[in-house]
């Protein structure tokens, strides 16, 4: 499978992955694995973040969406140089 962000630019790079949110297929330099809370129910409706946090990998303009939420506090797991949020 080919990186979909790399055939819009007219390369042939082997993907790494899936965005989790659009399942585009990336590439290692257009993958953003970001650190994804895992929450649990207790009774009475109370939901508790847990400790340890799962991986999500996204691709920019997912990972640019999900950031206007706020709340999710995206905070990346490698690089800086992941994904580059596109200018809208």
């Not at 946090?53 to 969406?65: D, S, V």
């Amino acid at each position: 499978m080919l990186c979909f962000e790399c055939s819009n630019a007219g390369k042939s790079r082997e993907a790494v992955g899936l965005c989790h949110h659009c399942s585009a297929a990336l590439c290692a330099d257009h993958a953003c694995v970001v650190a994804d809370p895992v929450t649990t129910v207790y009774p009475m409706t109370r939901t508790v973040v847990l400790p340890q946090k799962a991986r999500q990998l996204l691709c920019a303009t997912c990972r640019g969406a999900l950031q206007q939420l706020g709340p999710l506090n995206l905070d990346e797991e490698t690089s800086k140089e992941c994904c580059p949020v596109p200018v809208s």
